[in-house]
């Protein structure tokens, strides 16, 4: 499972979220202005949004064209 945490007014996640649409990406949005998902990403060393964490894999990414890169190359 892919689980995109992101922040409000972000351009990074903006552009992650429009490839993830473009690509037909399944991913659950977790978006930090919810404290129980600030303290989540917090729990995983996270510094910046957007930060995906792929459950299945045990993965982590934090750079927005990583992220996208990743999910192009396994085509979740």
């Given at each position: 499972m892919l689980i995109l945490y992101t922040k409000d007014n972000?351009?990074?996640?903006?552009?992650?979220?429009?490839?993830f649409a473009e690509r037909k990406v399944t991913y659950e949005e977790r978006n930090i202005k919810n404290p129980e998902y600030l303290k989540e990403v917090q729990g995983h060393?996270?510094?910046?949004?957007?930060?995906?964490?792929?459950?299945?894999?045990n993965t982590t990414i934090a750079e927005s064209d990583e992220i996208i890169d990743y999910a192009s190359e396994y085509s979740f």
């Open positions: 972000c351009q990074y996640c903006e552009k992650v979220k429009h490839a060393q996270a510094r910046t949004m957007p930060f995906l964490v792929d459950t299945t894999a």
